[in-house]
């Protein structure tokens, strides 16, 4: 545990790994880049997921696309280790990713922590859920918010000596008809949580030194996916799963078309409509195999792969 402190506090004095220049796209919207001359790939993952999540979050909420929205992000971390980012969007919430310098891919709060871990943030956020519905007079039903706020800790921010978890899911109804608030966010120390890190987490975390970060892979879905879709260039990001939803955005780059999509995720399948065709994916960490159908109709078959 002591060795944790000490990795985490060298990672706070270390100067900014990546360097954020401001660059217009298009008319209406300024977006924060990152920039490293020596990890040039690496910054364009991390760019490109993070355009296309929040677009998929400026489009949901109707913002005009004639008028401007500047996207402002806080950067809790920024080492040769991980990045951390919170955006907020238009619907004045926040949201939160952390991203492997090495790769520029997303890491997921299942590849920091242990099974074990998991466990553990789930029972902890439940009786914290728990005792907030008790403070506000509200009646906790077992079931249903139980399932839903142990489903709900992905939306989490990783700060120098702190792990953070926003759940927003669980909104229930009362017998009045009154939405109560969501559970609040959720505060612990990494070093009471060191006990509970996975390999990956030791390694973004400097307690240990292999394997070297280029060598770790993301257990999670979420992401981005590169690859053609009838002969064009598209991009594919997955947000973490959500229960048994999955959310997302495909933008194609040669049209610059954004397609914002959520669907059922079950056994790795999902199925996006798009007015008269659709497509329909199986999805793993590593790679998408899917479909364009029109109907019962196969159109065409393509593959896309994480960078």
């Given at each position: 545990?002591?060795?944790?402190i000490w990795a985490i506090?060298?990672?706070?004095?270390?100067?900014?790994?990546?360097?954020?220049?401001?660059?217009?796209?298009?008319?209406?919207?300024?977006?924060?880049?990152?920039?490293?001359?020596?990890?040039?790939?690496?910054?364009?993952?991390?760019?490109?997921?993070?355009?296309?999540?929040?677009?998929?979050?400026?489009?949901?909420?109707?913002?005009?696309?004639?008028?401007?929205?500047?996207?402002?992000?806080?950067?809790?971390?920024?080492?040769?280790?991980?990045?951390?980012?919170?955006?907020?969007?238009?619907?004045?919430?926040?949201?939160?990713?952390?991203?492997?310098?090495?790769?520029?891919?997303?890491?997921?709060?299942?590849?920091?922590?242990?099974?074990?871990?998991?466990?553990?943030?789930?029972?902890?956020?439940?009786?914290?859920?728990?005792?907030?519905?008790?403070?506000?007079?509200?009646?906790?039903?077992?079931?249903?918010?139980?399932?839903c706020i142990k489903a709900?800790?992905?939306?989490?921010?990783?700060?120098?000596?702190?792990?953070?978890?926003?759940?927003?899911?669980?909104?229930?109804?009362?017998?009045?008809?009154?939405?109560?608030?969501?559970?609040?966010?959720?505060?612990?120390?990494?070093?009471?949580?060191?006990?509970?890190?996975?390999?990956?987490?030791?390694?973004?975390?400097?307690?240990?030194?292999?394997?070297?970060?280029?060598?770790?892979?993301?257990?999670?879905?979420?992401?981005?996916?590169?690859?053609?879709?009838?002969?064009?260039?598209?991009?594919?990001?997955?947000?973490?799963?959500?229960?048994?939803?999955?959310?997302?955005?495909?933008?194609?780059?040669?049209?610059?078309?954004?397609?914002?999509?959520?669907?059922?995720?079950?056994?790795?399948?999902?199925?996006?409509?798009?007015?008269?065709?659709?497509?329909?994916?199986?999805?793993?960490?590593?790679?998408?195999?899917?479909?364009?159908?029109?109907?019962?109709?196969?159109?065409?078959?393509?593959?896309?792969?994480?960078?």
């Amino acid at each position: 545990m002591l060795f944790l402190i000490w990795a985490i506090q060298a990672i706070a004095q270390r100067k900014d790994y990546f360097s954020i220049r401001q660059v217009a796209l298009g008319n209406a919207h300024d977006y924060p880049e990152f920039y490293h001359k020596r990890a040039k790939k690496t910054a364009k993952n991390i760019n490109e997921y993070l355009q296309l999540a929040v677009s998929k979050r400026i489009i949901e909420a109707g913002v005009d696309s004639s008028g401007a929205y500047n996207l402002v992000y806080t950067i809790p971390v920024n080492s040769q280790r991980i990045l951390s980012v919170s955006c907020p969007t238009p619907q004045d919430t926040a949201r939160h990713f952390l991203f492997n310098a090495a790769t520029g891919a997303l890491i997921s709060i299942q590849d920091i922590f242990t099974p074990n871990g998991i466990a553990y943030l789930k029972r902890q956020m439940l009786r914290r859920y728990q005792e907030q519905l008790k403070n506000n007079g509200q009646e906790y039903k077992q079931k249903s918010q139980e399932k839903c706020i142990k489903a709900d800790i992905q939306e989490f921010q990783l700060t120098t000596d702190s792990l953070i978890i926003f759940p927003g899911y669980c909104y229930t109804i009362d017998t009045s008809g009154k939405m109560p608030a969501p559970p609040q966010k959720a505060g612990f120390p990494l070093a009471f949580l060191s006990q509970y890190l996975s390999e990956y987490g030791k390694v973004i975390l400097g307690v240990n030194k292999k394997p070297k970060l280029k060598k770790l892979h993301s257990i999670s879905v979420a992401g981005l996916y590169r690859g053609k879709i009838d002969a064009e260039d598209v991009l594919l990001q997955l947000n973490a799963p959500i229960e048994q939803s999955l959310s997302g955005t495909l933008y194609f780059i040669k049209s610059q078309k954004s397609i914002p999509f959520i669907g059922s995720f079950k056994n790795n399948q999902l199925d996006i409509p798009n007015r008269t065709e659709r497509l329909s994916l199986s999805i793993y960490p590593g790679a998408i195999s899917g479909q364009r159908k029109a109907g019962n109709k196969i159109l065409s078959n393509f593959t896309l792969n994480r960078p």
